[in-house]
């Protein structure tokens, strides 16, 4: 089973999905993200992606943000 997690890039407070994968250590992400060379980040709530701002959402995991534009 997989669940999505969303965290923050401490460096530029860009907010990214990640998946966490059941028995497997770590967080996958999409290539393009560059996840590996971003450093530290922040994992957040439910309650604390409800007060994200649209231009803070990677428009890579959220491609539908920009095309509401």
């Not at 401490?10 to 994968?21: A, D, G, Q, T, Y």
């Amino acid at each position: 089973m997989t669940t999505t997690v969303y965290v923050r890039d401490i460096s530029n407070r860009r907010v990214h999905k990640r998946i966490k994968e059941d028995g497997v250590r770590g967080l996958y992400s999409l290539e393009a993200d560059n996840a590996d060379d971003s450093g530290a980040f922040e994992v957040l709530t439910d309650a604390e992606m409800s007060d994200v701002e649209k231009d803070d959402l990677c428009r890579r995991c959220w491609p539908s943000v920009e095309d509401a534009e």
